[in-house]
């Protein structure tokens, strides 16, 4: 089965073509107008969680742009809603712990980066931030403690900025520290377009650099469901069935009611030649999707047979 189409949306609803198109050519205003079309009218739930996550991006991506041309109120009313669309993407908790601390809201954006390491508690940007935070507030050693531990746990945070930071920290001037701390950011740290690039891989039937770049998204955003479900289908375009299982029970965990999720374990369970467990997990599907095109295709085909 090829799964390219129903991981895309593509030819399902035309809002949300029209979203990823736009999102693609980076038009984020007029892909989240597409993309909220998509969310109130498709009648696919698999189709509107994935609206809904772009929702979520679209908002991030303004609020990231406005943020960087000093727009903070602006920024802060993007971000907001951002992260209640989807309060379980860290990426979202620590750009708005950023934007909060540029309003000088420190308590506000404390809560948001301890969020987003509660959400992921291996976020090494979201380490640094909490140490920046902790120096602004005088807590020098415990602060740098924190920003060094970000660093451990993402080399792609070795930068001009930690070398020139770490120095000057060691040299014991710490206001110039706490200024290169500020600008530390992943190399190639923005999920939605590591998302993008699998996506094109994906496109040209490049399975395994898709798997390697939404392994890479996974370690930032462990709870982002659908990119477990996309990271399970990738395997299971190589063959590695056992892991996508993985990657499927990964992505129930993180949302219980994922219908395409069940679907999709059923798939690989049948392809097992673990009838019983097939069926357990389409019957699931439909429990929450009830005319999920897979789940209810697959036990249509066993009452036939």
Same mark, same amino acid.
């Given at each position: ?17 029209? !979203?990823? &198109? %736009? =999102?693609?050519?980076?038009? @984020?205003?007029? +892909? #989240?107008?597409? *993309? ?128 020139? !930071?770490? &120095? %000057? =920290?060691?040299?014991?001037? @710490?206001?110039? +520290? #706490?200024?290169? *701390? ?124």
């Amino acid at each position: 089965m090829a799964f390219v189409s129903k991981w895309f949306g593509f030819g399902q609803d035309a809002a949300f073509d029209d !979203g990823v &198109r %736009a =999102f693609e050519k980076r038009s @984020f205003r007029e +892909a #989240l107008d597409h *993309f909220r079309s998509s969310v109130s009218g498709s009648a696919d739930r698999a189709v509107k969680d994935r609206a809904k996550s772009y929702v979520a991006g679209c908002l991030g991506r303004l609020a990231r742009d406005q943020y960087a041309g000093r727009q903070f109120e602006d920024a802060y009313g993007l971000i907001r809603e951002a992260t209640d669309v989807r309060p379980e993407f860290a990426d979202l908790w620590l750009l708005r712990s950023r934007i909060e601390k540029a309003l000088g809201k420190r308590d506000e954006a404390r809560f948001s980066v301890e969020t987003a390491l509660k959400v992921n508690p291996k976020y090494g940007a979201a380490l640094v931030m909490r140490g920046v935070l902790l120096m602004n507030e005088g807590e020098t050693q415990i602060g740098f403690r924190s920003v060094q531990e970000g660093v451990k746990m993402d080399d792609r945070l070795v930068s001009k900025n930690w070398i020139e !930071g770490e &120095r %000057a =920290f060691r040299n014991g001037d @710490f206001l110039t +520290a #706490l200024s290169e *701390f500020e600008e530390m950011e992943p190399r190639g740290s923005d999920i939605h377009d590591l998302i993008t690039q699998a996506d094109g891989f994906a496109k040209k039937g490049n399975w395994s650099a898709a798997v390697a770049i939404l392994e890479s998204v996974i370690e930032a955003a462990p709870t982002y469901a659908d990119v477990r479900v996309r990271h399970g289908q990738a395997l299971m375009e190589l063959g590695d069935l056992d892991r996508a299982n993985q990657a499927f029970q990964h992505a129930v965990a993180a949302n219980p009611e994922f219908a395409e999720a069940y679907a999709l374990m059923g798939v690989v369970a049948r392809r097992q030649n673990d009838e019983e467990t097939a069926m357990s997990c389409f019957r699931k599907a439909m429990e929450f999707d009830p005319h999920h095109p897979i789940a209810s295709q697959e036990v249509l085909y066993r009452r036939k047979y």
